[in-house]
Nanobody, 121 residues
Framework: QVRLVESGGGLVQAGGSLRLSCAASGRTFSTYAMGWFRQAPGKEREFVAALDWSGTITYYADSVKGRFTISRDNAKRMVFLQMNSLKPEDTAVYYC??????????????WGQGTQVTVSS
């Protein structure tokens, strides 16, 4: 079992930056692939970024490539999403997820409660 708690969301102007954090519990955290997803009102949950257990392999959605960076600290059981050059279309609830497989679809076993990110124009 892995319990995930996101933090770091908030209101930011377009062009600004935010860093989301995801704190995980569970002794097997370091064996899990981790992903970030987001869901805007009236839209389906969509993939943002993911990385494997070691942080060596990373995937990004085309819409965030070059602006967002996913990383992890296994010793601290943390995953991060650094978001730069934010745009109003990045506004959504952002979710952290964990699974034994590294995939870009929302088929993850464990999910956090989400953190709101709002980007004003």
């Amino acid at each position: 079992q892995v319990r995930l708690v996101e933090s770091g969301g908030g209101l930011v102007q377009a062009g600004g930056s935010l860093r989301l954090s995801c704190a995980a519990s569970g002794r097997t955290f370091s064996t899990y692939a981790m992903g970030w997803f987001r869901q805007a009102p009236g839209k389906e949950r969509e993939f943002v970024a993911a990385l494997d257990w070691s942080g060596t392999i990373t995937y990004y959605a085309d819409s965030v490539k070059g602006r967002f960076t996913i990383s992890r600290d296994n010793a601290k059981r943390m995953v991060f999403l650094q978001m730069n050059s934010l745009k109003p279309e990045d506004t959504a609830v952002y979710y952290c997820a964990a699974d034994t497989r590294l995939v870009r679809t929302p088929n993850y076993n464990f999910w956090g409660q989400g953190t709101q990110v709002t980007v004003s124009s």
